[in-house]
């Protein structure tokens, strides 16, 4: 048998820069490149305006306005003030990706992505990068084991149970290419570590905007029922008052009539006064000329 490190071979595994090379998985949420460009600046004049503060409510609504009208043209494309503040989230949440990838190649790499360099603008101070672990130094590898031999003097070996025992003093290539192949083993198992890390890390952006996509979906269904509440109170109070106003007027209506009957008896009777009054006179008088007739 030979030593024991000629039977340690190299993980397969991924490199580095292969393991960075892949696309991450950030979802577009149907929004086009124009629209998050129009987004993005939107936001970030905003931003600056507020010396990069937190925008208010209103702010995110100015922001929607002015994404909806270039792009809001439809139903589909119309975007509202949750849905503009949670893509810039994910913006955000990209970018932080991106700014690591391009922090831990040193410089040898640079980002593709469209609106890095207008983040990198906007937030890029704000953001704080861990750089990965170095690498183990070579002189600061561990030396290569060595087999004991266990040996007893009362039991001599026997030929099938002879241990073969590893030379201690080895020869200055073997020693290079056992350590070249511990220092290419650890360097691999650093970058599967950084690539499991950065899976883990996706998958957890992911699971992330699934629950806030829920959550913006649900504050969407709250604001529409609160909207639909309030829609159908005011109906309430303005059928209400409408009620009201035909009522009073009826009323007024009933008292114009009842009025105008007062007036309208009073009248006749009046009439009905002077008719006799008229009709007494008459007899009076022509009982007065009969009376003088007769005298």
Known sequence: MGDLTDTLSPPSTTPPAAAHSRPLPVREDCWSEDATSTLVDAWGRRYLELNRGNLRQKDWQDV???VNALHGHT?????????CKNRIDTIKKKYKIEKA?????D???ASSWPFFERLDALIGSNVSVKKPP??????LSPSPPVAVHLYNKKMA???STALVVLPQKRTASAMDEGFSRRNYSAMAAAAAAAASAEDDVEDEDEEEEEE??????ELEEREGMRRLARAIETFGEVYERVEREKLMQMVELEKQRMQFAK???????NMFMDTQVQLEKIKRGKRSRSNDLYS
């Open 64 to 66: 929607a306005d002015a």
């Open 75 to 83: 139903k589909k494309t119309h975007r509202t003030d949750v849905q």
């Open 101 to 105: 990838r391009v922090s831990s190649s």
């Open 107 to 109: 410089g040898t790499l």
């Open 134 to 139: 170095p690498q183990p130094s070579p002189s």
């Open 157 to 159: 070996p026997s030929p």
């Open 212 to 217: 806030e996509e829920r959550e913006s979906e």
């Open 263 to 269: 007036d309208l008896e009073v009248q006749r009777m």
